[in-house]
């Protein structure tokens, strides 16, 4: 009996934190975000009177942010297990929690389908521009198709911002700080955690 119990006195205590996001995750994560950003400003700020020298800038980010699509798809569908991104019929009912709510799944998909709206018509149009990797040939496509490829462009950069505002929002509301927290160190407390299962099944929104 006292071997057993040195040894249980040798096991240690349950940690007051887990683990929320790989560091992997957390790099991507802000990554992207710092694209997102740069492709905002470098696309905008011309169109309301701030004047640089914008193109190369957004074109190259453009390709970064490609690259970290990419990247994602093939960690989501052969690394990572794509059901914990997908919602269950319990989860909609708030029966069953998991380690994302189903508003944010809903972010993360609406947010997925805009950046890869941006990304496939930001490519074709590097053929309008003159690069180092590609030959200048705005005769590729008609005038109607560039009309449809700019349009498509426009609207998803349009509803990228408006995400982003919300996502940004959400995140700083105070109940909303652990997500902040824990995209930041990885961490959460299980206190938080508690407290987020039961916010979700009460049918509070956590979208960020």
Known sequence: MAVAAERIQELPQRSETIQRHAGIDRAFHWLTAACVLILMAT??????????????LHWVT??????LVIFHLVRSLVWKNIRTIWFSVAELRAHTVGKYSVAQKLMHHA???IVLATVITGLLMLKKISTPLLVRDPYVFSLPTWGYIYVVHGLAAVAAITLVMAHVYFG????????LRAMVSGWMRRGDQRARVAGIRSGETHLT
């Open 111 to 113: 947010m997925s389908l």
């Open 43 to 56: 696309g905008l700020l011309p169109h309301v009177g701030v004047h640089f020298e914008w193109l190369s």
């Open 62 to 67: 453009g390709l970064a942010l490609s690259a």
């Open 172 to 179: 700083l509301l105070p109940q909303n700080r652990m997500y």
